[in-house]
């Protein structure tokens, strides 16, 4: 029986939290910088850990205006190292099992950039698991500070036919219809280790229950 995680986007400063951690199996904990505080990440980990998920650490650009979704702009050495040193910062509040990006950190590192070795880096230190997508350059990354890639697919955006990320300016690109999601999830589970839940729409509680369910009917495991 193949295993598939369940991994929610928490510690964000939505009410939707408790729900969705009881329906995931690891959980991504905002590090306080594109939103939430460190208190709420403190706080949002010792919950986590009680209920027994995996906890990876979900560092971003203090980019509260666009909750660090904004596209990353790198323009010389002195802002990798100020990436680099926030990176460092923002992952050395609590201990962690993996490290997802967040937002347009995210994005940036799916493919070689200056965002990359600031996140070579943090993982060197840590010698944690990325959570990334799989045939990216996040496969790239993850090798090069000699860790695990754990590859994660998305139940709630859309996908190109290259199999990237449509971009959230795109109409479509975060998906809602339920069948959609359910017929998603049962394809990325075929080929990833992970399904993601974003954790900051309306219906991301009920999203989440129907990935669980839908992989449970179709014979899955769940877990991390």
């Not at 998305?154 to 971009?167: G, I, M």
Request: aromatic share 4%; proline share 5%.
């Amino acid at each position: 029986m193949r295993r598939v995680d369940i991994n929610v986007d928490v510690g964000e400063g939505f009410a939707f939290d408790d729900a969705l951690l009881r329906i995931a199996t690891s959980a991504n904990v905002c590090c306080g910088a594109h939103a939430g505080s460190v208190e709420l990440c403190l706080e949002t980990v010792a919950r986590c850990r009680s209920l027994g998920l995996r906890v990876g650490a979900h560092p971003g650009v203090a980019d509260r205006a666009n909750m660090g979704r904004a596209p990353l702009v790198i323009k010389d050495e002195h802002e990798s190292a100020e990436l680099l040193r926030t990176l460092a910062e923002q992952c050395s509040v609590a201990k962690w099992d993996y490290v997802k990006p967040h937002g347009s950190l995210y994005n940036a590192t799916t493919e070689p950039g200056p965002a990359t070795a600031p996140l070579v880096a943090v993982l060197l230190r840590l010698q944690l698991p990325l959570m990334g997508i799989a045939g990216t350059h996040h496969g790239h990354v993850a090798t090069a500070a000699a860790v695990p890639l754990i590859s994660e697919g998305f139940a709630d955006r859309a996908y190109s036919p290259d199999r990237r990320l449509v971009p959230r300016t795109q109409l479509g690109a975060v998906l809602s219809d339920h069948g959609q999601i359910a017929d998603q999830v049962l394809v990325l589970a075929e080929r990833v280790d992970s399904i993601c839940v974003h954790g900051d729409s309306p219906g991301c509680v009920e999203i989440a229950a129907l990935v669980r369910r839908t992989l449970a009917d179709a014979g899955f495991e769940v877990g991390s």
